[in-house]
């Protein structure tokens, strides 16, 4: 089946700095990636929707200064996180569509739990 | 984007068929039904997903009413690997690329 990778699986960082994670789809080539956070006991939230070359797509209410999504290559996505704030603190996850699949399924990484000290 | 309702939270014994019902009212023609999970602590995994008519595979079955506004997910023998967080998920597959907007799910838990 197809996988997804995430990197780093977790992640501590001091308030004020940036973090950046790796989303990758190992088997197949990813023409969309989708970005989501999730706080604890809750669903997953959409944040962005990146399709590889282009501007990623924001849903309303995330900020896409703080949240800067990278789509370079059929393979890669990444979120990068920029002057993080304890409020940051979440699980982030990503999920990829593939190409030439004609599938309908998304196939999810395994998360990446980010905590803002 | 049309909205699902599921329980908040099931029970169900090893070895027992499981029923877990979305309605989705709103539903509109071209809306595919999709069903993922997540285990604690990891990414959501993809079950099974249908158009119009039931559908089957390895993990589950999928039964669509007649006039599409409600699903039901049947594990046809719970496992303790099956207890998780279960979504019930409309969309437009080729609309913003098929984007997945989740609920909160059904939560089930499996008694040995």
């Known amino acids: 089946g197809a996988v997804v990778s995430q990197h780093p699986s977790w992640v501590i960082c001091k308030s004020g700095t940036s973090v950046k994670i790796e989303c990758r789809s190992l088997d197949f080539q990813a023409t969309t990636m989708f970005w989501y956070r999730q706080f604890p006991k809750q669903s997953l939230m959409l944040m962005a929707t990146?399709?590889?070359?282009?501007?990623?797509?924001?849903e309303q209410g995330v900020e896409k200064d703080k949240f800067l999504i990278n789509h370079a290559s059929l393979t890669l996505s990444t979120l990068t996180v920029t002057s993080a704030h304890p409020e940051d603190s979440s699980f982030y996850i990503c999920?990829?569509?593939?190409?030439?699949?004609?599938?309908?399924?998304?196939?999810f990484g395994p998360g990446t739990r980010l905590t803002v000290t | 984007d049309a909205k699902t309702t599921q329980p908040n939270s099931m029970e169900s014994n090893e070895e027992e068929p499981v029923h877990l019902p979305c309605n989705h009212s709103?539903?509109?023609?071209?809306?595919?039904i999709h069903w993922y999970r997540q285990l604690p602590s990891q990414g959501p995994e993809y079950v099974i997903h249908?158009?119009?008519s039931n559908v089957n595979n390895r993990m589950a079955s999928l039964a669509i009413a007649e006039d599409r506004k409600s699903s039901t997910l049947i594990l046809h023998r719970a496992t303790l690997r099956d207890a998780a967080v279960y979504y019930c998920i409309l969309s437009l597959v080729y609309n913003q690329g098929g984007k997945l907007i989740f609920g909160q799910g059904t939560e089930l838990s499996v008694k040995p």
């Open positions: 249908g158009l119009t």
């Open positions: 999920s990829a569509r593939s190409r030439g699949r004609g599938s309908y399924e998304q196939y």
């Open positions: 990146s399709n590889e070359g282009s501007k990623a797509t924001y």
């Open positions: 709103t539903i509109s023609g071209t809306d595919y």
